[in-house]
Nanobody
């Protein structure tokens, strides 16, 4: 059974930084696409960033230039480095993975078949 476990969330002031980690357990094949999503109270889940099997990355406009997604070479740990945090970045952050080369997009969360339980990020002004 594949499991994803996030860590690294916390409370920071605006302008600060956090690094989220997501460890993937129990897989036999490396995911073709891994990503970070977030959901704030009362809002829909939104995609943040994804990285595909060729290490190509894509970011939502709202975080482009501030966040960096990366993974270890053996692709069992996914990271999200978040800099210049804003209060509007406050949300529960989830990592997710899928095993399809057809698409790797943060705008298509339905393709992601394994999700972590999330880690809370709170940014105060």
């Amino acid at each position: 059974q594949v499991q994803l476990v996030e860590s690294g969330g916390g409370s920071v002031q605006a302008g600060g930084s956090l690094r989220l980690s997501c460890v993937i357990y129990g897989y036999t094949l490396s995911p073709d696409c891994m990503g970070w999503f977030r959901q704030a109270p009362g809002k829909e889940r939104e995609g943040v960033a994804v990285v595909d099997a060729d290490a190509r990355t894509t970011y939502a406009d709202s975080v482009n230039g501030r966040f960096t997604i990366s993974q270890q070479n053996i692709r069992n740990i996914l990271y999200l480095q978040m800099n210049s945090l804003k209060p509007e970045d406050t949300a529960m952050y989830y990592c997710a993975a899928h095993w399809s080369r057809a698409s790797c997009s943060y705008t298509d969360p339905s393709r992601f078949v394994r999700w972590g339980r999330g880690t809370q990020v709170t940014v105060s002004s």
